[in-house]
T-cell receptor, first 110, second 113 residues
Framework: GQQVMQIPQYQHVQEGEDFTTYCNSS?????IQWYKQRPGGHPVFLIQ?????EVKKQKRLTFQFGEAKKNSSLHITATQTTDVGTYFC??????????FGTGTRLTVIP | NAGVMQNPRHLVRRRGQEARLRCSPM?????VYWYRQLPEEGLKFMVY????????ESGMPKERFSAEFPKEGPSILRIQQVVRGDSAAYFC???????????FGPGTRLTVT
């Protein structure tokens, strides 16, 4: 069956350092979505990427969709304590079902 | 503009009782999804429904769990004869179209004692 894996599972960074999480799918995706879940909260939609090789930016966050539409990355520049949380990617498969990745939990040390 | 609403936010049940979780999607959304999340773990897809139809229930346990989304009223996730292993956060999400971004509710934290 379709799987979406994320690495790393956990990441601790010093405030001000950069952070990257990677998402890999076993099959080609129609689109990829990214969500953020703060501790104790619920997932919140961040962005959707549709085109092969697409890159989108939201302030300090840069999202990339691979050329083969099977992988994606989220990069945060100069992390802040407000970036703390778990970042999930979610890939849209052939049957129009969304498969969530395993998530990367980010801890930012002030 | 109310978002996805879930109630109750916290639910405590004794083993063997029934748990009934409710979800009202965002206005205009007809696609509803239920997920389970254990502490420190990711989101596990359970079921996807549209009004009066179950579209995909591949993530639902075969026994004790059921879901519905009636023509009128909220979507309901029902867990019969709860066991300790059912303790988790249950999130509902809705979307305007199949495959489009999903908006999550605050979740129901179920504790089985």
């Amino acid at each position: 069956g379709q799987q979406v894996m994320q690495i790393p599972q956990y990441q601790h960074v010093q405030e001000g350092e950069d952070f990257t999480t990677y998402c890999n799918s076993s099959t080609t995706l129609s689109n990829i979505q990214w969500y953020k879940q703060r501790p104790g909260g619920h997932p919140v939609f961040l962005i959707q990427l549709v085109k092969s090789g697409e890159v989108k930016k939201q302030k300090r966050l840069t999202f990339q969709f691979g050329e083969a539409k099977k992988n994606s990355s989220l990069h945060i520049t100069a992390t802040q304590t407000t970036d703390v949380g778990t970042y999930f990617c979610a890939g849209l498969g052939g049957a129009n079902n969304l498969f969530f990745g395993t998530g990367t939990r980010l801890t930012v040390i002030p | 503009n109310a978002g996805v609403m879930q109630n109750p936010r916290h639910l405590v049940r004794r083993r063997g009782q029934e748990a009934r979780l409710r979800c009202s999607p965002m206005k205009g959304h007809s696609h509803v999804y239920w997920y389970r999340q254990l502490p420190e773990e990711g989101l596990k897809f359970m079921v996807y429904l549209q009004k009066e139809n179950i579209i995909d229930e591949s993530g639902m346990p075969k026994e004790r769990f059921s879901a519905e989304f009636p023509k009128e009223g909220p979507s309901i996730l029902r867990i019969q004869q709860v066991v300790r292993g059912d303790s988790a956060a249950y999130f509902c999400a809705s979307s305007a179209r199949q495959g489009s971004e999903q908006y999550f509710g605050p979740g129901t934290r179920l504790t089985v004692t």
